[in-house]
């Protein structure tokens, strides 16, 4: 593998060789494929197990969700669990971050069983570890045979993430307990109540009662457990001191029950669970031994329990005691207090406890029902739970033990070196069985099933040392002839010999297990779910250790960044934090790599960028940035609507796109077309694609950039395989569809992506039907820059000079908290050193470069200079934000990005501290930077800051940005929808006066045509019209305003128009910018309901204004100007315009009337509904206020079946019937008066 620094040295020296440089992004992302089913048991790092549907969930709560498409829904988590993990290098178990959880539709499943029962179900190209005694292998589930060793994990340290003394008082407050205290701490309790105020105290800690018999119960030192937890959260008590001040607790439903004290000794607690579980009959403990009754009635006495003696004729003894101990063991211990035998099973709280405690819970349920058999040399366990056996097998691999079940018997074997390890770490308290253990651990070398190494490897390191057979032992040729596997002990003395002086080092097997597969079967689920797991790449799962993908990853292996056998395996484009990989792509990754094409050196700059479409903003962004892009189109589905937003965004900027076609595999092996139907299939997905491409490019490239078959700019293939061919490969590898076809039927992907790579196929396009940056920005500058064409800044841009001035357009910020911002863009001009000192255009600012980079994925390499034509990331400067223009010269500012996506959706955030108020400003700043899609702003009224995003999730994620990222812990308000105001019809000519009644103003207004309002937004136009903006005048008008329109623009404000038609007024053009200040006002908030204002012409038709300008100052201008136009708009019809929303939704034929139902209930139109096998298709638009809530409901309506996206679809006028009580709603929600005013009203000065 190439080091990174390295490449950065080769890439550097091809910055100047401008010809051989391209500007590409990605705009897919491929699927996972490696999953397993829901009812999976992940072994996390804190020792719980929890089902991987459950870990799913619980990352759906707490992640953000990162994509969501018609087959996954993929969630990221900034601070994942942690989970167990091998490390192939060294054979260790470490603990790894589960950066991201997926949720996918399932299918055909391969149940693996091994010979101790461990078991799990996978997708068949999941992979296992396999070992050969000297190195790990991978193998899909599809490849492995009966008789294989899996490697599977045999010891696991786990770390508690928790203080035992608050989790205690946590998993209690869920039942009704109730707590008296120590007298000091109930009087200074009651204290601190009283000082904030009962009242107060009482609607946070226990609104469901009144405020006075919440005091009561404080005054009478008598507190409900749950209200106690709350209160010490509310005053900052740590839980561990009000832990140990609580005297005692009852349980009570209908009556009090007798108190018990809380545990102070631990291990007693748990040793007494353990004898429960053993020997326990509802409330009471059948005494099996007399040792047993005695250390039972000893732990009891410490928790002020005097257990009950109950004896029966014929009957052994029984030991009864309180209803409250019962309730105590059952919230910790899932202790079931209904038939006992058959649901019994390790709580999670159990799992998750301290090892030193689970040991003594093991060992009391061992001294009831554990027995030490001499025969089989094995300590055994019987129990009429499975769950139980289940759970205590995974339990006791924190102990070195690992456990043989058998179902038949019902029971668990320990045996070979797993007793000595019982013995040392658990061990029984019963001095007989004790002793029994121990003798048979002394004389047991090891279990056939559980400590034997495969040594299928050894053979060649034998051989590279030159040593026979015999040399390394007599016995030896038995181990390499497969004829025995060795025992653990054993294949270590084998390595020594074989070893000896060398230095090699061999991998670690002291935490693993090497179990035999005992049965291979398959089975069905509906849904399947993985986990992305950085740098290590598996998880331990159910005590077996399997593996957890794609277009990037395939290119940069072929540059040498890493080996080509990682392709595919190794997710090296993505990622979330800059020290750690992830699986999946939330923001734009950029990497700087050099290919070798046809015998020739390019230097590919390559943004891989997120497919969902909630993440748009980035999309847009990089657009910016490239001049080529990668358009990956899922063969089975097709284009979908989001395939249509990134062609349109790619073309608007001009990036010119080739097609790769993915999943080709799946139309032979899942819909089982014939090579006719796939080449048809092939057709359609060209033919829409293309017409999206003539529909959408400018006119000079709406043929040119037609992608053909014929030419190689389309490359059909398999990402996850690793292969691809297009005519090109076809001619050079003598290979086409008929030879696919048959190597994807055979199940030979492997031999054909040896035969026609993939990054081969794709890099060959690439660079054939891409441009350079020395064609691209002849056509592209005029497009995002209005500057001088002619000046010197111009021509240096329209030829990629390096030696010109330096202009460069950011089009990312990240805020690194140890470099600070670091913005990344595209230099169209000049050559970035470290020290330059620039001009940050728009924030009008000069700043001094402190490094210069290019990107290696998550890694920054410093450089010393990166010239024009490159994508570089610049360090240190503060003030930068994604979409600022950075120059040497003052030069105009580059286009804003081309994007008519607005925020929908808008809620109100405060700290849950102040203290945390000028931090949550800050961070908010940051966002604002890092996510132009995000808009903050100050209500004036009520001092809430608010934020504005394209959606519900949007907005979630945002929030979990500054909670998580930034650690500030916030309030958010209900989400509010965006709406907008318009006009219906025109206005007569109203004329309106100033306070003063000396300024006149005659306006009228018009509705905008909407070809006009469509073409003024794609066009962005904005701001002021000055006299010197003469290139503003032909823009109106090939949008479709009249000429004397366009030269009598006064100002541009939020798709709005101020046009004056006044002829000879006097003093007027004093005014003007009072009068464009009246008319953005208006804009900003209309007279409906505040909202902002779109598609509106404001005519000035005449005014009279006072000579004297101290009587024409703003306080008379801007309401007279501002009124004037809310009289007009009234007068209009001002209507409301609700944001909608373009759905697309995957389910399976059987919801299909579920979800359309679901939709029907929510004003949706239902545009297309369409069948793929199995599988329905719905595309729908919906409005926004309607899917508030709509991802539960859908999950609901179809049992989760669901997978669906939303994309920005603009605004629409709201229901002439809604329109009324919306107003009304939103007038009352930002305090106005209900009813709106007469337009007569605003007349009256």
Not at 726 to 754: H, P, R
Request: net charge neutral; proline share 3%; aromatic share 6%.
């Amino acid at each position: 593998m190439a080091r990174k620094e390295d490449v950065a040295q080769i890439a550097q020296k091809m910055m100047y060789q401008q010809n051989n440089i391209r500007n590409i992004g990605t705009v897919a992302h491929i699927d996972h494929g490696k999953c397993v089913a829901p009812e999976t048991r992940m072994q996390l790092a804190d020792g719980s197990t929890i089902e991987a549907e459950i870990v799913y969930d619980k990352a759906s709560l707490l992640g953000k969700k990162a994509l969501e498409d018609g087959e996954k829904i993929v969630y990221a988590m900034e601070n994942g669990f942690d989970i167990f993990s091998l490390n192939k290098n060294t054979g260790k178990v470490e603990i790894k971050k589960i950066s991201h959880a997926w949720k996918l539709k399932g299918g055909r499943l391969l149940k693996i069983r091994l010979r101790n029962k461990f078991e799990i179900a996978t997708t068949p190209e999941h992979k296992y570890l396999l070992f050969d005694g000297v190195d790990f292998i991978e193998k899909t589930a599809s490849e492995l045979h009966v008789g294989e060793r899996i490697v599977a994990g045999r010891k696991v340290e786990p770390i508690p993430a928790y203080n035992l003394k608050e989790k205690i008082l946590r998993l209690l407050a869920s039942e009704p307990f109730y707590a008296i205290l120590e007298r000091n701490i109930a009087e200074n309790l009651k204290k601190e109540i009283l000082k904030k105020g009962i009242e107060k105290v009482s609607s946070i800690v226990a609104p469901e009662i009144k405020a006075k018999s919440f005091y009561h119960g404080c005054y009478r030192n008598r507190y409900k457990l749950g209200h106690l937890v709350r209160l010490i959260e509310l005053l900052d008590i740590s839980p561990e001191k009000i832990y140990d001040s609580i005297e005692r607790i009852c349980y009570r439903t209908c009556k009090n029950s007798s108190s018990v004290k809380l545990p102070q000794t631990f291990e007693d607690l748990y040793y007494l669970a353990g004898l429960f579980v053993g020997d326990g009959s509802h409330n009471r403990f059948v005494v099996g031994k007399k040792e047993l009754e005695n250390r039972f009635i000893s732990i009891c006495g410490t928790l002020g329990i005097k257990p009950i003696h109950r004896e029966y004729a014929g009957k052994t003894k029984e030991l009864a005691v309180t209803k409250s101990l019962m309730l105590l063991l059952h919230c910790l211990f899932d202790y079931p207090l209904k038939k006992k035998s058959h649901n019994v099973r390790i709580s999670e709280f159990l799992a998750s406890s301290p090892s030193n405690l689970v040991s003594r819970f093991i060992s009391g349920y061992f001294d009831c029902d554990g027995t030490v058999e001499k025969s089989r040399k094995a300590v055994s366990l019987s129990s009429a739970s499975w769950q139980m056996l289940k759970d205590l097998q995974l339990l006791l691999m924190r102990f070195g033990c690992t456990s043989i079940l058998n179902s038949k018997k019902m029971a668990i074997y320990i045996t070979g070196e797993s007793i000595r390890n019982f013995n040392e770490n658990i061990g029984f308290s019963l001095v007989e069985k004790q002793q029994r253990a121990m003798s048979i651990g002394k004389n047991i070398d090891g279990s056939t099933v559980c400590d034997c190494v495969p040594c299928d490897g050894i053979r060649k390191l034998r051989e590279s040392m030159h040593l026979s057979k015999a040399a390394v032992s007599h016995h030896y040729y038995k181990y390499e002839n497969a004829v025995y596997a060795p025992v653990r002990g054993t294949y270590k003395n084998l390595m020594k010999m074989i070893l000896k002086e060398s230095r090699i080092a061999t991998k670690s097997i002291d935490e693993l297990a090497f179990i035999e597969i005992e049965n291979i079967e398959e089975i069905e689920r509906e849904t399947v779910y993985d986990f992305t797991v950085p740098e290590n790449h598996n998880f331990l799962a159910e005590g077996i250790f399997i593996h957890n993908t794609t277009l990037s990853d395939n290119l940069v292996a072929a540059a040498g960044l890493i080996s080509k056998e990682l392709a595919g395996k190794q997710q090296f484009m993505d990622y979330y934090e800059l020290e750690q990989e992830r699986g999946i792509t939330i923001n734009a990754a950029n990497v700087s790599m050099v290919h070798n094409v046809n015998g020739e050196d390019y230097l590919i700059n390559l943004i891989d960028t997120p497919g969902h479409v909630d993440f748009g903003g980035e999309v847009i962004r990089a657009m910016r940035a490239v001049d080529g892009v990668i358009l990956v189109v899922d063969s089975v589905e097709g284009v979908m609507p989001q395939t249509e937003t990134v062609i349109r965004q790619a073309l608007r900027e001009k990036v010119k796109p080739v097609l790769f076609i993915n999943k080709v595999d799946r139309l032979v092996n899942e819909l089982q077309l014939t090579e006719q139907q796939m080449q048809e299939r092939f057709i359609k997905t060209i033919t829409q694609v293309n017409a999206l491409i003539k529909r959408s490019a400018a006119d000079e490239f709406k043929e040119k950039w037609q992608v053909r078959v014929q030419d190689g700019s389309v490359t059909f293939g398999s990402a996850y395989n690793n292969w691809a061919l297009n005519s090109d490969t076809i001619a050079e590898n003598k290979m086409g569809f008929k030879e696919v076809y048959e190597y994807c039927k055979n199940g030979k992907q492997k031999e054909l992506a040896q035969k026609t790579k993939l990054h081969s196929a794709v890099l060959g396009m690439v660079v054939k039907h891409l441009p350079s940056p020395l064609v691209s920005q002849k056509y592209r500058i005029p497009t995002i820059w209005t500057g001088d064409l002619q000046s010197e800044e111009g021509k240096a841009m329209m030829n990629c000079d390096p030696k010109g001035p330096i202009a460069m357009m950011v089009n990312d910020v990240a805020v690194d908290p140890h470099a600070g911002d670091v913005a990344t863009g595209r230099i169209y001009s000049g050559t970035i050193r470290r020290g330059t000192l620039v001009k940050l255009i728009g924030m009008q600012k000069d700043v001094s470069v402190q490094q210069v980079c290019l990107y290696m994925g998550p890694e920054r390499i410093t450089v010393d200079e990166i010239p024009a034509g490159n994508i570089a990331a610049i360090v240190g400067i503060r003030e930068v934000y994604a979409g600022e223009t950075i120059s040497t010269s003052k030069i105009k500012e580059f286009e804003s990005f081309m994007t008519t996506v607005e925020p929908v959706m808008t809620v109100s955030v405060e700290p849950k501290s102040t203290k945390d108020l000028p931090k949550l400003i800050e961070v908010i700043r940051q966002i604002t930077k890092e996510d132009p899609n995000v808009k903050a702003a100050l209500n004036q009224e009520t001092g809430e800051h608010l934020l504005s995003g394209m959606g519900e999730l949007h907005l979630e994620i945002t929030q979990y940005r500054i909670e998580t990222d930034h650690k500030v812990p916030i309030q958010v308000s209900t989400p509010i929808v965006v709406y907008k105001e318009t006009i219906a019809k025109s206005s007569a000519t109203l004329e309106g006066k100033s306070p003063n009644k000396h300024n006149k103003f005659k306006l009228r207004v018009e509705p905008m045509e909407e070809e006009i309002r469509i073409k003024l937004i794609e066009a962005r136009l904005q701001g002021k019209v000055r006299e010197k903006d003469k290139e503003i005048v032909p823009k109106l008008m090939d949008i479709g305003f009249s000429r004397d329109e366009a030269k009598s623009a006064w100002a541009i404000h939020n798709n709005n128009i101020l046009i004056d038609e006044s002829r000879g007024v006097q003093n007027l053009n004093e005014v003007k910018e009072l009068v464009v200040q009246g008319f953005m006002d208006a804009m900003n908030e209309g007279p409906l309901a505040k909202e902002r204002c779109i598609g509106i012409k404001v005519y000035i038709d005449d005014a009279n204004l006072h000579e004297d300008a101290i009587h024409r100052g703003p306080a008379q201008v801007l309401p007279a100007v501002t009124r004037t136009i809310y009289a007009c708009m009234l007068s209009a019809d001002a209507l409301l315009l609700e944001p909608k929303q373009l759905l697309t939704i995957n389910v399976p034929q059987d919801y299909m009337g579920s979800a359309a139902k679901e939709l029907g209930a929510r004003r949706t139109q239902i545009n297309e509904m369409r069948t793929e096998g199995d599988t329905a298709l719905i595309i729908a638009k919906a409005p926004v206020k309607e899917l508030i809530g709509f991802s539960a409901a859908i999950r609901s309506a179809t049992q989760g079946r669901a997978v669906w996206t939303a994309e920005y679809a603009g605004y629409e006028k709201l229901p002439r019937e809604l329109q009324a009580q919306v107003v009304k709603e939103t007038r009352q929600r930002k305090g106005m008066d209900i009813e709106v005013k007469p337009y007569q009203f605003f007349l009256e000065s």
